[in-house]
């Protein structure tokens, strides 16, 4: 690995790479172009290792993963790069001379916003993950134009603004025009005879798309290894413009024209809950054929190995099902190109895909409508079509008679494909992202596949980068722990659990709470500088950030914080331990009652920040446009984490993990990874309440529950459902929350649930009382977090999914 010698050698590359940039004198270069000098920089360090690391996989033939996901939330690169080729303490030094200050330039890089929310994130950490083990991995994706929104709060309510991330230029990419591919939309497709007995396939009147890769270096920590992101861009082929042109139908032209910029425009607004459809759909099949077609010519390029040996070498991961088209496109491949049998091809697609289910909401389970897939996609529909026909013929011959069955795992039916049945036909490997998910998924979700392919389904917990998630984001924290049991846990995460022996050492205790301490003053300062709120940090740090969504019930969270209100109105002398609630997430702009929950969080906090006979011991704050780098700062000074989705709802959840590493204390139910955090550090180090998972699910199957018994049977309920449409709060009114809590029978118990949370709230409220227990607890999560290090996960992917070996080039 190349590196800078000194910091004089930094400031001699910095100064040429700048006036070869900008062609300016350095005083007037902005913080933007001052960071984006220093990504030129860090490129040229590692472009060697790139190359390289790319001709070692291919001279020696190492089998390689590629895992291919809808989204990749990356966040900023700068200092993770910096902190992986170990130049970040040359680099500060350096540009202090210079007359700027890192940590000014850091911010300047723009989060890209290519992903929604954990399913993207936990791709960014997976393929960091993979670098850092030096394991041949790379991700496949699409190069959105425009982001995710971003989130603004206007009159308490959110406003969605295009998040234009590309406007100033995007320093780590590369575009490989030369390794652009052509997919195929549209057209005829059906089958004739080949006139030897077979059958091929002819696929006319097709539109073809350029799909041009645009690749992004991902840099192991510390190692030689450089894998790749590849990001598809969708552009119009010239030669199809032509075509149009010359027939004489400008009108044609343009609308192709226009219809492929699309393709790679937007990144779509659903986290878990249905939107886009057609062009989604196009997006679909075109990252998955791009990558594909990429994949498998780079196979005979360079491994020149028979495509019989294909599952040998590479091996494809589909993060949820919005890559599944990568089975039917394999066998297009392995079939129209490459002349395979059927029966051949099936079974190299399979042994090459595997599947991570990461939900089991009905409603964000994908299903596509036949008449619109057929239409966009006709040889691939032709493909599905016999892959469910062989499928169902073989569960008849299995379970003659048995119609219910057939239906259960058909992948066509009732007009629709559905693709999670797809996946775990079409892959050798199907998991769920927590025990108790992969459990539900086994017993329930995909319960009539288990029984059929019992060997197929495994669990992998998720996990997070603890390079970005503690030693970038809580530096102080890390250094801390180097200090106290040295600094071998950075590798080997596990290590962590040395802090064991620290959970009563008083004097490591204190440090901790300084370093704490420190992170909620400079939290607090961000929040008077941003939103002019003064907050008190010797208060409980108690925060909420994720998407918003009604099961996940940041709505427990503030009718809780209201019920606080109200006790305090109604005994003015009463003493609470004084809070600060914080909240941050988005919600997709077609989700009323999401939206009508921030609106919601935003008034309780106008009315209870301007009350001054409560906001000594209360303040409520929304946080707008939580993103990666808005994450980055608020973990590290949370004491609290809210964890508290209806049991049985929240595949994983991961932000419970970022939280717990840095010592908060998890307030949460018996949902996701919670579990196994609560089964790691006990009762004593977090507090659990609520609904269990097989209640939930007995609620929902037996009836039982009604939310008006409880509206009607207890005052504190009642007067909270009121407020929400009486005007209380603020003079407004929230009718669709009310409509859900009420008449839709709170489908999500959050009023079954709210005793049982103020109970939990009190705990938490009188373990803080106790400072010396309450940093036992924060001591003991960060000692078993190294569990949840995504390390941890990829080597589980690695070892039991995808054979691959770790691989070093010389
Ligand atoms: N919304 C799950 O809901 C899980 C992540 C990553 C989610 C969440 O519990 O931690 O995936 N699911 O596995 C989907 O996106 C479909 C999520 O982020």
Redesign the pocket.
């Known amino acids: 690995m190349k590196t800078w010698q000194d910091k004089e050698e930094f400031k001699r590359l910095f100064t040429e790479k700048a006036y070869r940039l900008w062609e300016k004198e350095l005083q007037e270069l902005t913080l933007n172009e001052v960071y984006q000098t220093i990504a030129y920089m860090i490129r040229d360090l590692v472009s060697e290792d790139w190359i390289r690391t790319n001709q070692s996989y291919a001279a020696k033939k190492v089998k390689q993963v590629y895992y291919f996901s809808i989204e990749f939330l990356m966040g900023r690169l700068l200092e993770s790069n910096l902190l992986n080729v170990d130049m970040d303490n040359i680099c500060r030094d350096g540009l202090k001379d210079l007359g700027w200050d890192l940590e000014d330039v850091i911010p300047a890089e723009r989060d890209p916003g290519l992903g929604?929310?954990?399913?993207g994130r936990?791709a960014a950490c997976f393929i960091d993950s993979l670098a850092a083990l030096s394991l041949p991995g790379h991700g496949n994706s699409i190069r959105y134009q425009y982001g995710l929104f971003n989130q603004r709060i206007v009159d308490n309510q959110q406003v969605e603004l295009p998040d234009n991330w590309l406007s100033k230029g995007y320093p780590w990419e590369v575009k490989k025009v030369d390794k652009a591919v052509y997919v195929r939309f549209g057209g005829n497709a059906y089958m004739r005879p080949t006139g030897d007995g077979h059958l091929e396939c002819v696929h006319e009147q097709f539109s073809t798309v350029k799909a041009v890769p645009y690749d992004v270096p991902i840099i192991g920590c510390h190692n030689d290894t450089v894998n790749t992101l590849r990001l598809w861009r969708a552009e119009y082929s010239r030669e199809e413009v032509y075509k149009e042109l010359s027939m004489g139908d400008r009108h044609r032209a343009f609308r192709y024209k226009d219809s492929v910029q699309q393709i790679s425009r937007f990144l779509y607004p659903d986290?878990?809950t249905e939107d886009g459809r057609r062009l989604r759909l196009m997006q679909e099949y075109f990252f998955v054929s791009a990558g594909v077609q990429s994949i498998v010519r780079h196979y005979k390029q360079k491994y020149g190995e028979s495509i019989y040996r294909f599952a040998q070498y590479v091996a494809i991961h589909i993060n949820?099902t919005h890559p599944a088209l990568v089975i039917p496109e394999l066998m297009r491949i392995f079939m129209d190109e490459e002349g395979l049998s059927w029966q051949s091809a099936w079974e190299i697609t399979v042994r090459t895909v595997a599947y991570t289910n990461?939900?089991i909401l009905p409603e964000?389970l994908e299903k596509w409508s036949i008449p619109m897939f057929k239409d966009l996609l006709p040889r691939i529909y032709l493909i599905i079509e016999e892959i469910n026909n062989r499928w169902l013929q073989e569960v008849r011959r299995r379970y003659p008679g048995d119609e219910n069955k057939a239906r259960d795992v058909a992948i066509l039916w009732d007009g629709q494909i559905h693709m999670a049945h797809l996946s775990v036909l079409g892959s050798h490997s199907v998991n769920g992202?927590a025990e108790i998910h992969s459990q539900i998924l086994k017993d329930s979700t995909l319960h009539q596949f288990y029984t059929c392919f019992p060997q197929r389904f495994s669990n992998k917990t998720?996990g997070i980068s603890h390079r970005r998630w503690l030693i970038e984001a809580n530096p102080k924290l890390a250094s801390l722990i180097d200090d106290t049991i040295g600094d071998k846990w950075r590798k080997t995460p596990a290590r962590l659990s040395e802090l064991m022996a620290y959970k009563d050492d008083a004097s490591f205790k204190e440090q901790l709470a300084k370093v704490k301490t420190e992170r909620k003053e400079w939290l607090a300062r961000y929040i008077k500088d941003k939103y002019n709120q003064d907050i008190r940090t010797d208060s409980i740090f108690d925060i909420q950030i994720k998407?918003i969504h009604l099961y996940k019930r940041q709505t427990l969270n503030i009718l809780h914080i209201l019920h606080l209100y109200f006790l305090l109105k109604d005994n003015p002398s009463m003493k609470i331990t004084p809070r600060t609630y914080l909240f941050g997430g988005k919600a997709a702009a077609s989700y009323g009652e999401a939206k009508e929950t921030i609106r919601l969080i935003n008034v309780v906090s106008h009315m209870i920040n301007s009350d001054r006979t409560v906001n000594q011991q209360l303040k409520v704050l929304f946080l707008e446009n939580y993103n990666v780098s808005l994450g980055q700062m608020l973990f590290p000074a949370a004491d609290v984490s809210e964890q508290i989705s209806t049991a049985g709802k929240?595949?994983?959840?991961?932000g419970n993990m970022k939280f717990m590493m840095n010592g908060a204390i998890t307030l949460g139910t018996m949902d996701?990874a919670n579990v196994e955090i609560h089964r790691l550090i006990g009762d004593d180090n977090c507090v659990i309440f609520g609904l269990r998972a097989d209640e939930v699910m007995n609620y929902y199957v037996r009836g039982g529950y009604s939310s008006w018994k409880m509206y009607s049977s207890d005052p504190e309920i009642r007067r909270l459902m009121d407020a929400l449409v009486d005007g209380t709060v603020g003079g407004d009114y929230f009718g669709l929350l009310y409509e859900s809590f009420l008449e839709k029978n709170d489908e999500y118990f959050v009023l079954k649930d709210f005793k049982a949370y103020c109970e939990a709230q009190k705990e938490i409220a009188k373990r803080y009382g106790n400072k010396s227990d309450w940093l036992r607890a924060s001591v003991v999560n960060i000692a078993q977090s190294g569990y949840f290090s995504s390390d941890r996960t990829i080597e589980q992917y690695a070892n039991d999914i995808w054979h691959l070996k770790p691989s070093k080039h010389d």
């Open positions: 929604n929310g954990g399913l936990l986290d878990s949820d990461h939900t964000a992202v998720n998407r929240e595949a994983s959840g991961t996701g």
